[in-house]
């Protein structure tokens, strides 16, 4: 059933469904994990994962991979003097450069560099690599499209429920 899980249910509520309870049990512990493979791969490749969250949310904002600050922000959900600290750190590193527009210098774009862009991209390639062979041991790879119509039922009852859910990762803070 998985560890800690029989002695979780046996204090729970009675009338409490050991099936739902358990299946919310392992997606949590599993969240948990991918962000382990997450922290892993970015501290490899030289970076918090704090920081490959603002580079993939400047990777998929189009073509010119640009946002304000501000507009970086409110992608991450973190505050200005947060956004503000990652963009120095990234800048510092050479990921990302600012871009020159209006009087302004708070609200100046940040983009992405070339290197920025390669070191994102490795850092993906890798940890989707890491993810695949995963799932492909445990699933295997006849079964990840029955699991990938259920997780979608699922999520899309949730979201009818809830709300949408942020359309990228989203961690825990640092």
């Known amino acids: 059933m998985g560890a800690g899980l029989p002695e979780w249910l046996a204090v729970m509520p009675e009338g409490v469904d050991e099936q739902v309870e358990a299946a919310r049990q392992r997606i949590g512990r599993l969240s948990r994990q991918f962000e382990q493979v997450l922290r892993g791969v970015a501290e490899e490749y030289g970076f918090s994962t704090g920081d490959w969250q603002a580079l993939s949310a400047l990777h998929r904002s189009g073509r010119a991979a640009v946002l304000t600050p501000k507009e970086l922000g409110d992608r991450l959900g973190v505050t200005s003097g947060t956004v503000t600290v990652r963009i120095d750190r990234l800048e510092r590193a050479g990921l990302v450069e600012r871009v020159a527009a209006g009087s302004d210098g708070r609200s100046r774009p ?43 039922r699922l999520l899309t009852r949730f979201e009818t429920e809830f709300g949408p859910s942020s359309q990228h990762d989203a961690l825990r803070p640092e």
Not at 134 to 147: I, K, T
């Open 110 to 152: 940040i983009r992405l560099t070339r290197k920025g862009r390669a070191r994102w991209a490795a850092a993906t390639k890798k940890r989707t690599e890491c993810e695949q062979a995963l799932f492909v041991s445990a699933v295997g790879a006849d079964d990840l499209s029955d699991l990938n119509a259920v997780l979608a």
